[in-house]
């Protein structure tokens, strides 16, 4: 487009000043201006402007090999035209767009995405996240609760009923294992902001497939569901312990980890509430269906299901003990003040000793009170045969043979650990990963 058309369809000329040197004077550094639409626009700003769009697009324009471009003067006063302008502005504009978009990829795992990955999209590594492996045993914890309630209420017969037919028992387990889930993944979200995951290798927050905005949006989620889940927990014992525990996972990483004995006494809170949990809520739905008399208050006078929460605490709190003597450099780069890092070893394999001889006492106390009680008043050798052969293959003698072994595999990794004064690695990983058959075998001797 020329400038006469231009100036023809606008019926106002591009009106050059009067000294016709400066029209192809682009250096100029004086008062000189141009008149447009009767206004006066300052030469050097239009100038600068002009400069700037003739050297983006000489390459266009080049007719010889050194790149120079041939343009004459009437071409160069017509690319400041308005029209040419607005033109050359729009593609830049368009320019920068378009490279703005592909700047903006998201990168998880090494694989670019043109949108921003969403809980949806990464359902498989956020369930990873939740540590499913723990599962199996909330599920044991909660079916052990409510055996053991509704056994010493004399209405194990509805065992079944309650543990598979009421929706109740259901949204229970359902707090339990969201309750598990949030305390995993908020400890890994709070470690993966603050630095402390060098060692978490198989986390799909260090490798990457995870960002923390959508492990945010994800606990968002489960916190939400386990609200809902708070309101239709039976039972008033019930439902505060659920809402303890969801405190206790949302307060755990960030404020409580960091503290000295309280990061092992609240894990282990957490795990032991469990079963309570769910004996309160089976003794609450028993009483609505007209079984017995007994409320969810009852809960808090069953010596057995007391001896299995404080078995559990006991137990727990030793074996987190011992997670932190392996975790020991880690805690010292990133500053976590564990009972190993703050006193050393020997102090803390002497402390998980301690919660391992407590957790063996109130495992041994059940089956051997029940034996003594037998015995009553004569502890004659006739009368301990006589008991002996009436237990014989009974609950009894089933419930003495678990706590026996889970009780002697407790004391010897404990007794191990510190007569190495903690030093022993190897020791200790066995007893770590050994933790589970233990705690299986403690866990049958209330059955």
Known sequence: MTSAAFSARQTRPWEPSPNPSTCSSFGSSTSESRIFYGKQLANRGRVTIAKSLLKSSSSDRNTDDEGEASSSPDEEINSLSPSRLFLDSATDLFTKQTEKEELTKYVVNGAAFERAPTVASCLKPLFQLTRPR?????????????????????????????????????????????TSSTSMVVNDYYDKKLGRDSDKTTSPLVSGELNLQVVRNFLNYLYAIALICVALVPG????????????????????????????NVMCATLIALSPFTSGSAALKVASEIGAGPWGSLRVLAIPSLWRLVMMLFWGVCGREIYMDMTDLQDDLLNNVRTIPVKYGRRYACGVALICYV???????????SQFFSQLSSSFSLPALKAVLAANAGGGMA???????????????????????????????????EEAQLTMILCLGSFI
């Open 134 to 178: 723990n599962f199996p045993g909330v599920i044991l914890l909660h079916c052990l609760g409510v055996y053991l309630s509704l056994r010493s209420t004399g209405q194990s017969h509805l065992f079944v009923r309650i543990l598979f037919k009421e929706p109740s028992l259901w949204i229970v387990l359902t707090a339990l294992l969201l």
């Open 398 to 432: 089933r419930r003495m043979f678990f706590a026996s072994a889970g009780t002697f595999m407790l004391l010897r990794r404990g007794i191990q650990i510190f007569a190495s004064k903690g030093e022993d690695d190897e020791i200790i990983k066995r007893t770590v």
């Open 358 to 368: 407590m957790g063996s006492l109130t495992v041994m106390s059940g089956p051997f």
């Open 236 to 263: 008033v014992p019930a439902r505060i312990s659920v809402v303890v525990g969801l405190m206790l996972t949302f307060w755990y990483t960030k404020h409580l980890k960091p503290r000295t004995f309280i990061k």
